[in-house]
Every structure is written in structure tokens, then in C-alpha cells.
């Protein structure tokens, strides 16, 4: 794809793939990219980039891309080429004949991060008016919808708190399970420009990661935590906080609910959240925890920057909740350097939560359970609406077991490969009588499928994503799409034939309509869009230009205070045994992109081109093992062979590894534990044990 050739034209467009959401001018020959330059205007990444937005674009016209609908009778059937009329038309028969068989509530869908925001919203809307239910969700469950709850109950809205700019006026800055450099690299070097200027690093992860020993940033503190431990962590750190009156009892006293914080403070006083009681459980020793809470507490500006570490584990929302907890307690909120940030993974996942892609809520997540919202969208939307809860992920896996849920559309999502405890996934999926994919490629989802629907990538479709700052950026079609639609147009069709008609002919008039039906976003339009490059949201008659930073006068919940809240630290029930006796965690390296479906057909395989197991020497040792060899990783969900990477980045008794490749099958052990509040997947969490294998 790239060729070193003058570009004849160049078209303003939004990198698909990480939260920090880079702008890029493709620069064209014809309808060829030719490259991808990072755009000097672009407010999120100032004309810097990763190698995954500059040169991994080359997915969009690889051999693999199918642009011919297809559909089968049955999974074991081979694929049968048909015309859109007759994927489309058999799709909707199938998923009528299945409510009127199963009943109405035997369909629904999931949406995903990959996709616009108007794609996103077409998806539920679908669901909740053409399919008369509210079983949609989105591949937010699996990552970040502990933010959601936990920032919502606390602040009033699911969101982070600043712009991308704000760190540079951060004094100390602390990133709790997540790792910049790797994940969101542009705003990870943002993040080590501030800290070669001096501000202070604490990084709390129970991996070396590569901010703690970056040349000239070095971290003041590595809190080495063993992995499920978080909550018992932040609530030691909270205790110091309180004990030795580093609080901010002014902030508090203006602008939070004061009864809760004053039941908070007596609950955090108490000895057994002191380090000295923790340390047993987190691993961290008693004095780093306090030198590293005051050195947060005195800060003139602490911000807090937080990623899947901390969001996948059975207490996910918690521990979002206790961060939310000691930024306030700290008055590290509502102005520039400070704040609470989750770093987003996927390029629309703020975007796609926006949209009101889950079972529970509308777009700017109000609950579909409140019957003025249920009356507002109906009389909108023209159409009689659920004021019931859907199915989220897990749950439609279950009901499909017991034959209540039979059929579902997939647009832009991997479940077979990317959901946890996947043999349980691909029983659920086998168990469906109607699964329409609709994606790029013949994913691992594809095998289950009845139909499938060739969807176009970022350059070959219009419409917006969100990123972790909340900057709604534009997407610009830079190509005809392969398969003749664009992916909200294929919904739209689906959707037509299902009998709900939709008529849009451009995606301004989707956001036209979101504008019109969801106040935080009433100010946004593609006009606007063009003439400032991006918007973030509030946008609205109170800002109309957007809001970098949220809750500045106050906070926005119903009230306007922010609410403190209990975290009581509650141990996984992964446990290790000597059976299972290591605990496996997982992330993601610079150069690949989750399941590595975009990033493993281009050129970016060249620098990482399997999983590896890393192991800490010790544990190596014990089992005879050197780095290349292969090794069996079992968990109590079953089991899968990696090569081993021995390494001190990890500690002892703690392996970790990437899962970029499905070969590799790290979900193949991950077990089926989950959030409390939202059923996030524990994907950070598994007891397992490694052994030597032979493998040619
Ligand atoms: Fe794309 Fe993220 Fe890299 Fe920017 S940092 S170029 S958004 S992958």
C-alpha cells in the first residue's frame, strides 16, 4: 500500500485505533492512501503519532477483506456469495422468525469501539425500536464499564475529567494499572515530556512497566502490588491521606456531599485500611504506601491516570470509585493538572458508551427505566419502547445456553476470541439459530455465524469517535467503501427490513438527531465539528465551543456535589492453590492492537509477531526454563501453550503476557469471573500453573 509517491490530495481524518484518538491527513493518490501524516492542527496529538496510526493502515485493502455478503443455513455449511438484497432479507426473516418462535426478547445485539458514534447509535436504536427490546450492549463491558458506573455514582458523569493538555501542568502524576507507552503512546510521551520537566511519577502496577525506568523520568515510587489487590491499596493510600490530615477539607466542605464524606472518613480512619494491616495483602511495603500518599496529598496538582488494570478485576468498580474517592478528598479536581483519567483502549470506546450502547441506558446514559426518557425517545423515535433492562454480553452467552436467546447481530466485535472463558462463548454461539456478523474480515466470530456482512474500515466511512478526553473528532470517507456500503448504511438496511424504517442519507443527520435527543451533546454538528477540528463534550448553550475539563464549578450530579462511597476491599475468589499456584495477568505491546485483526495484516507483525509468557527468573528456574522455551499455561477454564520470555518486569509468582494473536488463546484460560456492578470480565486475574512443554 505505501508508495513513496507525491500525494495528489490529502483528507483530515481520526486514527481507528487507540483512546487518545490522533488526527491524520491521508495523503492520497486518487482513492490509494499513500501515507499517513500526523496532523500539526490535531488538538489531541499535536502532530505527533504511534507506529500503529502512521503505518498500520494497510489492513483496509488487505486479501482478507471479504466485500461479498454471505449467508449458510448451519455453521457446518460453507459460505453461499449472495447479493446485499438476499443477505439482508434472509438476516430479518431469520431474526422475525426467531421472535415469533422464541419470542421477543430471543434477539439482540452488540456494538462495538471500532465504530462511529453514529454507527453505534444506529445499532441500539435498531435494537431498542426495530427489535422492540433493549438487549444491546457493547464491547465496553469487557473493559471499561467499571468507569462508567464508578464515575458516574461519584462525579455524575461516566467520564473523564480532563483534556490531554491538562498534564502538563500536573506536579505529580499517578497511573494505576495501565501503561502508557504501550497503549497510548502519544499521550504516554505528552505524559514523559511533563515529567522531564520534574513532576513526580507513582506508578502502582504489579509489572515493571517502561515509565518506571524510562531514562531521565525514573518513578519516585513503583507500588508493586500483587495483582486483585487494588482496592486494599487504595484504600491504605486514602488512610494515610486522612489519618495524617492531608485532606482537603475546604474542597470538600464546597463542593462534595458532606455526610458522605464525613461516613467516608470515619470508614478510611479505620486501622484495618493502615498500611501496616494491607501490606500483607498487597505485597507493598507499609512505608512506600505512605511516602507515596503524601507525596500525592501535598502535590499542588496530583492527577491520576488509570487504564484496565483497574477496571478488569471483580472489584473494578470499587477501585474506580476509590480513586474517585482520594482525588476528591484531595481537592484534585476541577482545574487544570489534576483530575481522574481513564485511558481509554479502543479509538470509539468513550464514544460507543456515549451512544447509549448498553441494556440499561439511552444515549447519554440515562436509564432506559425512567418513563420520561422511555417517552422522549418514543415519541422521537416513533416506536413503543422497553422500559426494562436488557441482556448485557454475559448474559445473552447464558440465555443462549438455555435456548431464550436465539439470535443476535454483532457489528465490529470478536466475541469468539476477545470474551472471557471463551469455551463458553463458543457453546453459547453454536447454540444461536441466526448470528450476523458484520466486520472486515472472516473473524473467529465469523465460524459461528449464518450471515455475514461486510463492513467498511475507518477510511471508508464518514462519521465521528470519542476519545478518552471526550473530543468528538471527524472521521472522513477517504475511499468508496469495498463492499458498496458503509457500516451504518448496512444497519439501516437491516433495519428497513426488519420494518423499522430508517431513512437517513448522510451521517450529519444521525448526529442531528443525537444532538436533538441528548443535552450534553446539543451543541455538536458537522459544521461546528469542521470549523473547530474537534468538540469535546459538554457541549451545549453553556459551552458551546465544548468543555476540556469537567466539574469545575460543580459537580454533575443531580445536586451538584460529588459523593464519597465505601470501598470495602473483597478478595477475588481466584485464589491461587497448588495446583493453580502462579497468577496470570495480561496487556498489550506498542506495535499490535488487541486481537491484533487490523495490526496483524500489516507491516507491524515485523516487530511483534507472537505472545510470550513472561515469567520472573525465579519462577524459571523452578521449572527448568529458559526464555524461547514453550511452556503449558492452565487455569481452572483450560489450557494453551506459549513460548516463555524469562524476566524480572514481573515478580515472582505472577507470569504476564499480551494476547495479540488468537493463536496464543490467552481467553482460552481466562475464567468467568466478574465485576460486581457491570460483569467486567477479570481478565487481569487468573490462577494457573506453567510447565515445560515440547513443541516442534
Ligand atoms: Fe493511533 Fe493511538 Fe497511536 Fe495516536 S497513539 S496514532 S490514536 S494508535
Known amino acids: 500500500v505505501i508508495d513513496n509517491g507525491q500525494p495528489e490530495h490529502a483528507i483530515v481524518t481520526t486514527c481507528a485505533y487507540c483512546g487518545v484518538g490522533c488526527s491524520f491527513r491521508a495523503e492520497m493518490k486518487g482513492e490509494q492512501v499513500i501515507r499517513m501524516v500526523p496532523n500539526k492542527d490535531g488538538k489531541a496529538n499535536h502532530g505527533h503519532s504511534c507506529v500503529k496510526g502512521r503505518f498500520a493502515f494497510g489492513y483496509a485493502t488487505h486479501k482478507d477483506r471479504i466485500t461479498k455478503p454471505m449467508i449458510r443455513a448451519s455453521i457446518k455449511d460453507a459460505w453461499r456469495e449472495v447479493s446485499w438484497d438476499e443477505a439482508i432479507s434472509y438476516?430479518?426473516?431469520?431474526?422475525?422468525?426467531?421472535q415469533a418462535q422464541y419470542g421477543k426478547d430471543a434477539i439482540g445485539g452488540i456494538t462495538s469501539s471500532r465504530c462511529t458514534n453514529e454507527e453505534a447509535y444506529l445499532v441500539q436504536k435498531l435494537i431498542r425500536a426495530g427489535f422492540g427490546n433493549n438487549n444491546v450492549d457493547t464491547c465496553a463491558r469487557v473493559c471499561h464499564s467499571p468507569t462508567g458506573y464508578g464515575l458516574k455514582q461519584t462525579f455524575?458523569?461516566?467520564?473523564?475529567?480532563?483534556?490531554?493538555?491538562?498534564?502538563?501542568?500536573?506536579?505529580?502524576?499517578?497511573?494505576?494499572?495501565?501503561?502508557?507507552?504501550?497503549?497510548?503512546?502519544?499521550?504516554?510521551?505528552?505524559?514523559?515530556?511533563?515529567?522531564?520537566?520534574?513532576?513526580?511519577?507513582?506508578?502502582?502496577?504489579?509489572?515493571?512497566?517502561?515509565?518506571?525506568?524510562?531514562?531521565?523520568?525514573?518513578?519516585?515510587?513503583?507500588?508493586?502490588?500483587?495483582?486483585?489487590t487494588n482496592v486494599a491499596l487504595i484504600n491504605a493510600l486514602a488512610h494515610v491521606v486522612v489519618t495524617e490530615n492531608l485532606t482537603d477539607d475546604a474542597f470538600a466542605a464546597e463542593r462534595c456531599d458532606v455526610a458522605s464524606y464525613n461516613k467516608w472518613k470515619s470508614f478510611i480512619a479505620d486501622p484495618k485500611h493502615a498500611p501496616e494491616t494491607t501490606e500483607a495483602i498487597t505485597g507493598v511495603p507499609a512505608a512506600q504506601i505512605r511516602e507515596a500518599?503524601?507525596?500525592?496529598?501535598?502535590?499542588?496538582?496530583?492527577?491520576?491516570?488509570?487504564?484496565?488494570?483497574?477496571?478488569?478485576?471483580?472489584?473494578?468498580?470499587?477501585?474506580?470509585?476509590?480513586?474517585?474517592?482520594?482525588?476528591?478528598?484531595?481537592?484534585?479536581?476541577?482545574?487544570?493538572?489534576?483530575?481522574?483519567n481513564p485511558l481509554r483502549g479502543q479509538n470509539n470506546v468513550q464514544g460507543s458508551c456515549d451512544m447509549g450502547s448498553f441494556p440499561h441506558e439511552y444515549p447519554g446514559y440515562r436509564h432506559v427505566g425512567n418513563p420520561e426518557t422511555n417517552q422522549l425517545?418514543?415519541?422521537?423515535?416513533?416506536?413503543?419502547?422497553?422500559?426494562?433492562?436488557?441482556?448485557?454480553?454475559?448474559?445473552?452467552?447464558?440465555?443462549?445456553?438455555?435456548?431464550?436467546?436465539?439470535?443476535?447481530?454483532?457489528?465490529?466485535?470478536?466475541?469468539?476470541?476477545?470474551?472471557?472463558?471463551?469455551?463458553?462463548?463458543?457453546?453459547?454461539?453454536?447454540?444461536?439459530?441466526?448470528?450476523?456478523?458484520?466486520?472486515?474480515?472472516?473473524?473467529?466470530?465469523?465460524?459461528?455465524?449464518?450471515?455475514?456482512?461486510?463492513?467498511?474500515?475507518?477510511?471508508?466511512?464518514?462519521?465521528?469517535?470519542?476519545?478518552?478526553e471526550r473530543r468528538i473528532s471527524p472521521v472522513r470517507k477517504v475511499m468508496t467503501p469495498l463492499a458498496g456500503y458503509q457500516d451504518w448504511e448496512i444497519t439501516q438496511l437491516l433495519s428497513n427490513a426488519m420494518g423499522y424504517p430508517m431513512n437517513y442519507s448522510h451521517p450529519s443527520e444521525i448526529m442531528a438527531e443525537i444532538a436533538s435527543l441528548t443535552p450534553t451533546f446539543a451543541g455538536v454538528s458537522y459544521e461546528k465539528i469542521d470549523e473547530l477540528g474537534s468538540i469535546q463534550w459538554p457541549c451545549n448553550e453553556e459551552s458551546p465551543e465544548g468543555t476540556p475539563i469537567m466539574h469545575v464549578e460543580e459537580f454533575m450530579r443531580d445536586n451538584g456535589k460529588g459523593l464519597f462511597m465505601l470501598t470495602d476491599y473483597v478478595a477475588t475468589q481466584e485464589r491461587v492453590t497448588p495446583m493453580f499456584p502462579l497468577i496470570l495477568t495480561t496487556g498489550r505491546i506498542l506495535s499490535q492492537y488487541n486481537v491484533g485483526a487490523q495490526t496483524r495484516r500489516t507491516e507491524n507483525n515485523q516487530w511483534h509477531s507472537e505472545d510470550r509468557l513472561e515469567i520472573h527468573p525465579h519462577d524459571a528456574e523452578d521449572r527448568g526454563l529458559n526464555s524461547g522455551d514453550w511452556v503449558g499455561i492452565k487455569s481452572r477454564a483450560g489450557e494453551t501453550v506459549l513460548r516463555a520470555l524469562v524476566s524480572d518486569r514481573v515478580q515472582p509468582g505472577v507470569v504476564y503476557t499480551t494476547f495479540h494473536f488468537p493463536e496464543s488463546g490467552a481467553n482460552v484460560i481466562t475464567t468467568d469471573n466478574s465485576d460486581w456492578a457491570t460483569n467486567c470480565p477479570e481478565y487481569k486475574v487468573t490462577a494457573v500453573q506453567v510447565t515445560k512443554v515440547n513443541q516442534t
Open 91 to 98: 438476516a430479518a426473516s431469520e431474526m422475525k422468525r426467531i
Open 156 to 228: 455524575g458523569e461516566s467520564s473523564g475529567t480532563q483534556d490531554f493538555d491538562s498534564v502538563m501542568k500536573a506536579d505529580v502524576i499517578m497511573v494505576i494499572g495501565a501503561n502508557p507507552t504501550d497503549g497510548h503512546p502519544v499521550f504516554g510521551s505528552f505524559m514523559k515530556k511533563r515529567l522531564r520537566q520534574g513532576a513526580k511519577l507513582i506508578v502502582v502496577d504489579p509489572r515493571e512497566i517502561d515509565l518506571v525506568k524510562t531514562p531521565h523520568v525514573q518513578a519516585s515510587y513503583h507500588l508493586k502490588l500483587r495483582p486483585s
Open 293 to 340: 500518599a503524601r507525596l500525592y496529598a501535598k502535590a499542588g496538582n496530583g492527577a491520576i491516570y488509570y487504564g484496565l488494570g483497574v477496571t478488569e478485576h471483580s472489584q473494578g468498580s470499587t477501585m474506580v470509585i476509590g480513586i474517585a474517592n482520594l482525588a476528591m478528598a484531595t481537592g484534585n479536581l476541577g482545574r487544570d493538572g489534576v483530575g481522574v
Open 377 to 468: 425517545f418514543e415519541q422521537a423515535w416513533n416506536a413503543e419502547l422497553s422500559l426494562n433492562p436488557g441482556l448485557r454480553i454475559p448474559n445473552m452467552f447464558d440465555s443462549a445456553m438455555d435456548k431464550t436467546f436465539m439470535g443476535l447481530y454483532v457489528e465490529g466485535e470478536d466475541i469468539a476470541q476477545s470474551d472471557p472463558d471463551i469455551q463458553h462463548v463458543h457453546a453459547a454461539l453454536r447454540s444461536m439459530e441466526c448470528v450476523i456478523v458484520q466486520d472486515l474480515f472472516l473473524n473467529e466470530t465469523a465460524k459461528f455465524a449464518h450471515v455475514f456482512l461486510p463492513g467498511a474500515s475507518f477510511l471508508e466511512k464518514s462519521g465521528t469517535f470519542t476519545n478518552a
